[in-house]
């Protein structure tokens, strides 16, 4: 299992301390029952506990998974572009002397660097090159048919099935820590809330917050005052 972040670890720790400290001693039970922490309030926070360990490996079994279809995809992009770049090189050569040809291929364009820009403008001229027999034959003559051709256009569909796979990747990361979060949020909440209600009941009883740990805390905040 994925560890904790030690900020987020140590708060999980502590509150588990102090609500198992508070459900077992009858006397702390009792005390805090009667300003509404009754058995539901304490397995409401227990979800909640149980909900954010869950959720907190959650982001980063997403983001593991997200970083490993971004090297795919990286190393998918750069295969294919290499295979479209000796193709087009080829394609120039072949039809050095055909103005049609070269408008039709866009082979005296600038390439595209946008990442769409670069699949719009490879695919399509991969499609002329497919769709048209002159160019087919042409090709042929310098060892590129149509299956080696169809191949590049293969590996360029394949890299835009990994860019899409990728951004949803991204998604399901982001999701899932926006989710986390929240439930930290609303677990810090009740916990700060159940430790004035805690420090007010036993505000005479020093050794009852010692027993829970908050005595250092009560401490601070007087000297601090």
């Given at each position: 299992m994925i560890k904790l972040n030690e900020a987020i670890a140590d708060f999980l720790v502590d509150t588990k301390f102090l609500l198992n400290?508070?459900?077992?001693?009858?006397?702390?039970?009792?005390?805090?029952?009667?300003f509404g922490y009754d058995e539901l309030k304490?397995?409401?926070?227990?979800?909640?506990?149980?909900?954010?360990?869950?959720?907190y490996n959650t982001p980063q079994t997403e983001y593991d998974d997200y970083h490993q279809t971004e090297y795919d995809f990286?190393?998918?992009?750069?295969?294919?572009?290499?295979?479209?770049?000796?193709?087009?090189?080829?394609s120039k050569v072949?039809?050095?002397?055909?103005?049609?040809?070269?408008?039709?291929?866009?082979?005296?364009?600038n390439?595209?660097?946008?990442?769409?820009?670069?699949?719009?403008?490879?695919?399509?001229?991969?499609?002329?090159?497919?769709?048209?027999?002159?160019?087919k034959a042409k090709?042929?003559?310098?060892?590129?048919?149509?299956?080696?051709?169809?191949?590049?256009?293969?590996?360029?569909l394949?890299?835009?099935?990994?860019?899409?796979?990728?951004?949803?990747?991204?998604?399901?990361a982001q999701h899932a820590i926006q989710i986390r979060d929240e439930i930290l949020d609303l677990l810090i909440e009740w916990v700060r809330d159940y430790k004035k209600t805690i420090?007010?009941?036993?505000?005479?009883?020093?050794e009852m917050l010692e027993q829970l740990g908050l005595l250092e805390e009560s401490l601070v905040k007087v000297l601090s005052m």
């Open positions: 400290k508070s459900i077992s001693d009858t006397t702390i039970k009792q005390a805090v029952g009667l304490f397995v409401e926070v227990e979800s909640l506990i149980s909900m954010l360990e869950e959720l990286q190393r998918k992009l750069e295969i294919a572009h290499e295979n479209y770049m000796d193709l087009l090189l080829i072949a039809f050095k002397d055909d103005a049609n040809a070269q408008q039709a291929l866009g082979l005296n364009q390439r595209k660097i946008s990442y769409s820009g670069w699949c719009s403008q490879a695919l399509d001229f991969c499609n002329q090159l497919i769709r048209k027999p002159e160019f090709m042929e003559a310098y060892g590129q048919n149509a299956e080696k051709v169809e191949a590049v256009k293969d590996s360029i394949n890299v835009q099935s990994y860019f899409q796979l990728n951004e949803e990747g991204r998604t399901e420090k007010n009941v036993f505000i005479d009883q020093p």
